[in-house]
């Protein structure tokens, strides 16, 4: 067990694994989108009420979804960078957080475009669940300034890595905070007690959304933690030793 | 201890830390972070009078009053309990209707009636079957639409 978690942990191994992860992860990825938006798209039947409209929550729940997986992953790296001091952990929060901040956005901008015709409203201040999503997008841009403000790699891993397990705070208020206050966000659809509260025809697509943008997720970061890695050990044997063999780095 | 082992007590201390500050902070803002007053709380009186606030209920079936020829209008606002005018005048969000879950923003009038200057449609979970809000679900038999046993009369001051 152990020999395996430090051998991940190598970055030359690491780099050679994520090579092969990715398209293991983009392909069922992008098939599993490709169903989820045709069977949204076109096979759904309308919701009873907001009719064609409810169809943004092909993109805007797993968005959401990600935009607090992705922060999990940033806080995990930098709670497993300053524990063990392993490196490795602390490039896969650097290579998360961009994607984190993209997937934040998207939830921000589709769940607005929803609001209006809705709610009746673009954006509402005030509300629980909106505020904390944008405090969310913040953070990221803050972890992400903050890196990039300092020069020396090790100093700038500590420092994010702090930051991020700081914010840990808000992706819990993220979750519960339509069911701590009342909020003009609904509530839990997919998780709420006695099953999700959504037609089956509904639901698969959905799901499907969800695994997939999960995957295509695990892809993107795959390849920017060996963008991440690459940079990092630019001065090591391995890299010149790999840049120079015959494959040229493959 | 190990400096790992100290290490990461230092890092789960922060976390519960942070936790805690935040914990605390939010539970003393609490009226603050709630986005509307339940209906009762504002027939008990205990509604922010120096300012405008927010209200969220089901808007009264058959409630619903327009002018004809203007964009002026009045309904009655339910949290199951205790009921509510309110008048407004402007343009309503596609998803009013009556039955429905609104938030509305606005002053309480001298009549006792609500002013809004703003109606917001309020969504549920459900993408088949209506929602009633939070607040609601504490007096009302989801299936029944009535009241819960113990769930006590409207309470005025």
Known sequence: ?250 | MKPRQQRMLAVGLAVLGVAIAAGLTLRAFEDNMMFFVDISDVIAGEYPEERNFRIGGLVVDGSVMRQEGALDMSFRITDMRCELGVEYTGVLPDLFREGQGVVAHGAMGDNGIFVADKILAKHDENYMAPEVAESLAKHVDEKTQTLREGTTECEQP
């Open chain 1, 1 to 250: 067990m152990w020999k395996w978690f430090h051998k991940l942990a190598s970055p030359p191994h690491f780099y050679r694994l994520a090579a092969t992860l990715i398209p293991w992860l983009a392909v069922p990825g992008l098939m599993l989108i490709a169903y989820g938006a045709y069977a949204g798209l076109f096979v759904a039947p309308e919701d009873y009420q907001q009719g064609d409209a409810f169809r943004i929550i092909y993109v805007h729940v797993p968005s959401a979804y990600l935009s607090m997986m992705a922060y999990m992953f940033m806080a995990f790296g930098g709670a497993i960078g300053l524990i063990w001091r392993m490196k490795l952990a602390h490039a896969v929060g650097a290579a998360a957080a961009p994607i984190g901040a993209a997937f934040t956005f998207l939830a921000l901008v589709t769940g607005s475009i929803w609001g209006r015709p809705m709610w009746g409203t673009w954006w509402e201040w005030g509300d629980p669940r909106l505020t904390s999503e944008l405090i969310l997008l913040f953070l990221y841009f803050g972890y992400m300034a903050l890196r990039s403000s300092i020069d020396d790699t090790a100093k700038a891993d500590k420092a994010s890595a702090v930051l991020a397990l700081v914010g840990v705070v808000n992706v819990v208020i993220v979750h519960y905070s339509v069911e701590w206050w009342s909020s003009l966000h609904q509530g839990q659809t997919l998780f709420k007690e006695g099953g999700p509260a959504m037609d089956a025809s509904m639901l698969y697509p959905l799901l499907a959304m969800i695994l997939g943008f999960t995957l295509v997720f695990g892809a993107l970061l795959a390849r920017r933690i060996r963008t991440e890695v690459l940079y990092r050990e630019r001065r090591t044997r391995w890299v010149r030793e790999m840049i120079l063999s015959p494959e040229g780095g493959k």
